[in-house]
C-alpha cells in the first residue's frame, strides 16, 4: 500500500466519523438541513477520494447510498430508521475493511457486496413506490400540507336531525387531517351553513370532489389559507374560534392572520436553518484555522527532546546551587520558567479532544438501546476536552464497556421506568473536564443502581469474601472489578465482548489514574474515572532504599509514618504486618526484598499508598523529597520488571526508578 | 568480484585473556564506566541502567552473556553503546560492559575462518567467525545473537 492509499485511509476513517455524527443527527432530527448536507458532502468526498486511490468497492458503495441522500434532499424520499441503519451499517463495513493491513483484503470486490445489494434494494424499492404512486395519482403534490378554509352552504334546509348525506360528509372530513368545524343554524333549527379550517396533505381538488353527489343542494367556498398545518400553531386555533363565534365572520381577517403566521414559522424555521449552518461552519473554520497533521512519531520526538531539557536544566541548577555561582542564579531561573513552560506546551500538542470518542459512544447507545427494546438518550459535556491520543485508544474499549453495562444492567425498560416513577427515557451521561494535572471521566446513568447485596452474594458464593466480612459500601462496589465477579452471570446479557469489569481497572490503572464508583439503588450509578493529564511526567516522591533513589507517585500516596527498622524485622520479608498508625498494615520491603540487610538503617519510613480503598504500605530507608519525574521507559530488555514503570535522571546525572505500587503488591503476592 | 578486496572494520575488545571484535556498524561510541542503577528482580547479566546524555539504556554483562565467569570492575572497564536490531525493523540501543576496549582494525573477509561445526555448535554459538593471526586468536560475534531481548523471558523466568 502506498503512502496516499494510507493518507486515504486516515482522513477516510476520520470522514467515516463526521459520518456517524451527521447521520445521528439526522435520525434525531430528520428535517435538519445542515446535517443532510453535511451527510451528503462526507459521502460524495468519500467516493470521490475512494475511486481515485483505488478502493473502487467502497466508491460503488458510496455511490449508491450518496444516491439515496440525493433523493432524500430533493424531498423524495423522507429519512428513514431503516435507511439511517442501513447507511451506518454499510459504512461500519467499510471502516472495517479500512482497518486491514493488507491492501487486498480491503480492495477485494465482494466484501461489500452484501450492503451494495441492501443498498440497491432500497434504492428500487424507493424508485419502485415513487413510480406507482406518480401512476396512481398524476399530479398528486406529495408532502404539501396546507391548511383550507372551507364554507359549506347547504341551498335546501336540513336540520341536524335529518340524515342527509351532507352532514355525514362534513362529518367525513375528520379523517383528512386537522379540522375545526363550526355549524351555525338559524332561528328555526335548520343549518345554515358550516365553516371548517382544515390542515390536510389531500389536495383541494380531492376535497372538492367529496361534494360532487351532493352539488345541486349546496354551494362549496374552498379557499387556501396558507401551506403547512396552521391548526399546530396556538394563535391561529384562537383566531379560528374567533372567527367561529364572531357574528361579522370576514374571511379575509382570518386569511390575515393566516399568511402572517405562515410567513412567521417559514422564517423561524429558515433561522433555525441558519442557526445550524452557521454552527457548522464556524466549527470548520476553527478547524481551518488551527489544524495541521503532524505526524505523532514527530511529537514524540519533540516532547523527548524537551524532556531532556528539563533534565538537563535540573542538572544545571544543580550545579549552581552547588558551586554558589550567584551569576547563574538569574538564568537559571528564567530558564526553569521557560522550560516549564515549553513543556506544558509541547504535552498539549499531543491532545485532541475526546469529541471522535462521543460519536462511537452515541452509536452504541444508538445501536444496543434498540437491540434491547430500552429508551435511552447519551448526553455528553465537555467533549472539547483534550486527551492524549493514545491515551483516548487506550480507554476506548473501558469507556465502552461502562457504557454497555450501563444499558444493560443500569437502564430498565420503559415499562419498568413508568412504573418506578420515573420518566419512559433513561440517560447516560459522560462528562469530561480537566482538574489541575488530571483528565476526569465520568459516565452516569439513572437507571436501578448497584445491588450491593447481589454483589455480595455473588462474592461470598465465590469465596472472594467471607460470609461474615464487614465491607464498607465503596469496598463492596469495588467488588465488581474482581475479575471472578465480573465474569459469567454478572455481566454477560451481550456476549461476546472480551473486556471484563477488571480490564477496565487494569487498563485504567496502567494509566495511573483511578476509578471511583457511587451507586444509589434506584438512582443510578456513576463510575468517575481520573487519569493524569501526561503519560511521560510524573508528580511523585523521590525515596532512598539502600544506594537506590526510588520515585512513587504522588496520586496513591495517603500517609507516611516512620517506624524504628527493627519494627519490620522479622521472618518473612514481604507483606508482613505491620503496627503503623495504631493499624496493621500489609508491609512490602524494598530493602529486605531487594537489598543486602546487613547494615540497615535506624529507621525505616513506611509510605501508605491506596488503591481500590485498599490500603497498603512500601518500606523505605528515607525519603528525599517530592519530584517532577520525566519517566522513560527502560526498554524490553526490562519488559518483565513490570512493577518499575520506567526510569528517571535526577539532577545529579543519577537515575531513579519509578514504581508503580498496584505492581508491586500483585509481584509480591505471586512471590509469596 | 573477488571476495579477496572485501573487508570490514571491526571493534576489538578483551574479556579476561580473550579478544572479540564486533563490526564497528555496531557500536555507536564507547563510554567510560558511570553510576549504574540497579534494577531489583533481575537476572545478574542485566546490570541495570545507565544514563546516557539523558538517555535510558539498559546495561548488560557481555562476560556473563557469553558464559564467561564475572570479572572484577576495573577502572579500564569500558560500554560499548550497541545497536541491535529487534523484530519488525526496530532497533534498540544498549550497554555493553567489557574489560577492555582496544582498537579498530581492518579485517579481510579472507582471514575470518568458520567456527569449528560441531554438531549444531554453529547454530547456537554468537562467534561467527575465528581470525588467527599467528595464534593470537580474535572471535567475531554478532552482538544481535548475544543480546537479543528474544531470549530474555524464557531467562528471567526464575
Known amino acids: 500500500m502506498d503512502n496516499n492509499q494510507k493518507r486515504f485511509i486516515e482522513d477516510t476513517l476520520d470522514l467515516l466519523n463526521e459520518l456517524d455524527e451527521g447521520l445521528l443527527q439526522l435520525e434525531s432530527n430528520p428535517l435538519a438541513i445542515a446535517p443532510l448536507e453535511q451527510v451528503f458532502r462526507t459521502m460524495h468526498t468519500i467516493k470521490g477520494a475512494a475511486s481515485m486511490f483505488g478502493f473502487e468497492n467502497i466508491s460503488r458503495l458510496a455511490h449508491l447510498l450518496e444516491t439515496l441522500f440525493d433523493k432524500v434532499r430533493q424531498g423524495h424520499l423522507p429519512v428513514s430508521d431503516n435507511l439511517i441503519s442501513l447507511t451506518l451499517q454499510a459504512f461500519d463495513r467499510v471502516r472495517d475493511l479500512l482497518g486491514k493491513k493488507n491492501k487486498g483484503d480491503t480492495t477485494q470486490s465482494d466484501n461489500l457486496d452484501i450492503h451494495l445489494a441492501l443498498a440497491s434494494q432500497f434504492l428500487k424499492d424507493v424508485e419502485y413506490a415513487a413510480a406507482t404512486a406518480i401512476g396512481l395519482s398524476t399530479g398528486y403534490n406529495k408532502n404539501s400540507l396546507a391548511t383550507y378554509l372551507l364554507q359549506v352552504k347547504p341551498t335546501i334546509g336540513i336540520s341536524e336531525q335529518e340524515n342527509h ?37 389531500i389536495p383541494r381538488s380531492e376535497i372538492e370532489s367529496y361534494f360532487i353527489f351532493v352539488e345541486h343542494e349546496c354551494e362549496i367556498l374552498l379557499e387556501q389559507l396558507a401551506d403547512g398545518n396552521l391548526l399546530q400553531e396556538v394563535e391561529f386555533k384562537k383566531a379560528v374560534d374567533d372567527y367561529h363565534q364572531g357574528s361579522a365572520r370576514n374571511p379575509e381577517e382570518l386569511k390575515i392572520c393566516a399568511s402572517w403566521l405562515s410567513e412567521k414559522s417559514t422564517s423561524a424555521r429558515k433561522q433555525n ?17 488551527t489544524v495541521i497533521k503532524v505526524s505523532k512519531h514527530k511529537i514524540d520526538d519533540l516532547i523527548n527532546w524537551i524532556s531532556e531539557l528539563i533534565i538537563l536544566q535540573a542538572q544545571l541548577l544543580n550545579i549552581a546551587q552547588r558551586d554558589r555561582i550567584a551569576a547563574l542564579d538569574e538564568i537559571t531561573e528564567r530558564m526553569e520558567t521557560v522550560t516549564n513552560h515549553l513543556r506544558d506546551t509541547s ?17 452504541l447507545v444508538r445501536d444496543l438501546s434498540k437491540q434491547q427494546g430500552k429508551k435511552i438518550n447519551f448526553l455528553s459535556k465537555g467533549t472539547e476536552t483534550e486527551m492524549d491520543k493514545d491515551v483516548i485508544e487506550m480507554m476506548t474499549a473501558p469507556i465502552m464497556h461502562l457504557i454497555r453495562n450501563a444499558i444493560d444492567h443500569g437502564v430498565e425498560t420503559p415499562e419498568e421506568r413508568s412504573l418506578a416513577g420515573k420518566p419512559e427515557y433513561g440517560t447516560i451521561k459522560l462528562k469530561a473536564y480537566r482538574s489541575n494535572t488530571f483528565i476526569n471521566l465520568v459516565v452516569s446513568d439513572d437507571g436501578k443502581g448497584i445491588d450491593t447485596r447481589k454483589v455480595l452474594q455473588k462474592a461470598t458464593e465465590r469465596g472472594v469474601i467471607k460470609p461474615d466480612d464487614e465491607l464498607t459500601e465503596q469496598e463492596i462496589f469495588n467488588l465488581i472489578f474482581c475479575s ?19 480490564v477496565v481497572n487494569q487498563r485504567i490503572t496502567e494509566l495511573r489514574g483511578s476509578i471511583l464508583i457511587s451507586s444509589t439503588e434506584g438512582k443510578g450509578t456513576s463510575f468517575h474515572i481520573k487519569l493524569p493529564l501526561s503519560r511521560s511526567i510524573i508528580d511523585g516522591l523521590l525515596v532512598l532504599v539502600d544506594t537506590t533513589h526510588y520515585v512513587i507517585p504522588l ?4 500517609r507516611i509514618d516512620r517506624i524504628p527498622y527493627t519494627s519490620l524485622d522479622r521472618e518473612n520479608h514481604v507483606c508482613v504486618d505491620v503496627l503503623v498508625n495504631e493499624e496493621l498494615l500489609p508491609v512490602f520491603s524494598l530493602r529486605k526484598k531487594f537489598y543486602s540487610t546487613a547494615i540497615p538503617p535506624k529507621t525505616t519510613d513506611i509510605i501508605s499508598v491506596g488503591f481500590n480503598g485498599v490500603t497498603k504500605g512500601i518500606a523505605v530507608d528515607s525519603i528525599q523529597g517530592k519530584i517532577q519525574a520525566v519517566l522513560k521507559p527502560l526498554g524490553e530488555h526490562y ?11 535526577l539532577g545529579d546525572g543519577t537515575m531513579a526508578l519509578v514504581l508503580d505500587p498496584q505492581r508491586l503488591f500483585k509481584e509480591s503476592i505471586f512471590v509469596n | 568480484m573477488e571476495t579477496a578486496s572485501v573487508s570490514g572494520a571491526y571493534l576489538t575488545f578483551l574479556l579476561g585473556d580473550e579478544k572479540f571484535a564486533v563490526h564497528v556498524d555496531n557500536v555507536q561510541e564507547v563510554v567510560e564506566l558511570n553510576q549504574i542503577t540497579k534494577v531489583p528482580n533481575t537476572p545478574d547479566y542485566m546490570l541495570g541502567i545507565i544514563n546516557l546524555r539523558g538517555r535510558v539504556l539498559p546495561l548488560l554483562d557481555t562476560r556473563l552473556k557469553l558464559g564467561l565467569p564475572a570479572g572484577e570492575r576495573t577502572s579500564k572497564n569500558r560500554i560499548l553503546i550497541l545497536e541491535i536490531a529487534e ?15 582496544r582498537e579498530v582494525v581492518e579485517i579481510n573477509m579472507q582471514q575470518i575462518q568458520k567456527p569449528a561445526d560441531i554438531d549444531s555448535y554453529r547454530h547456537s554459538t554468537p562467534v561467527t567467525g575465528i581470525v588467527n593471526n599467528q595464534g593470537d586468536i580474535t572471535m567475531i560475534i554478532d552482538i544481535n545473537k548475544v543480546f537479543s531481548t528474544a531470549d530474555i523471558s524464557i531467562v528471567n523466568e526464575f
Not at chain 1, 639 to 649: H, W
Request: aromatic content about 4%.
Open chain 1, 347 to 363: 504535552l498539549e500538542i499531543g491532545l485532541v479532544p475526546i469529541e471522535a470518542l462521543v460519536t462511537k459512544f452515541k452509536r
Open chain 1, 555 to 558: 496520586n496513591v500516596i495517603e
Open chain 1, 639 to 649: 519488559q518483565q520488571v513490570d512493577f518499575i514503570s520506567g526510569g528517571t535522571i
Open chain 1, 273 to 289: 436553518t441558519v442557526v445550524e449552518d452557521a454552527g457548522i461552519q464556524r466549527k470548520s473554520k476553527t478547524q481551518d484555522d
Open chain 1, 484 to 502: 471472578s465477579l465480573s465474569t459469567a452471570e454478572v455481566i454477560s446479557d451481550v456476549s461476546g465482548r472480551g473486556v471484563g469489569m477488571d
Open chain 2, 87 to 101: 523484530a519488525d525493523e526496530k532497533t534498540i540501543q544498549i550497554g555493553a560492559i567489557v574489560d577492555v576496549a
Open chain 1, 165 to 201: 348525506p351532507l352532514i355525514f360528509i362534513v362529518k367525513d372530513l375528520e379523517a383528512l387531517g386537522t379540522i375545526k368545524t363550526h355549524q351555525y343554524k338559524d332561528d328555526e333549527g335548520y343549518i345554515t351553513d358550516w365553516s371548517v379550517v382544515i390542515a390536510t396533505s
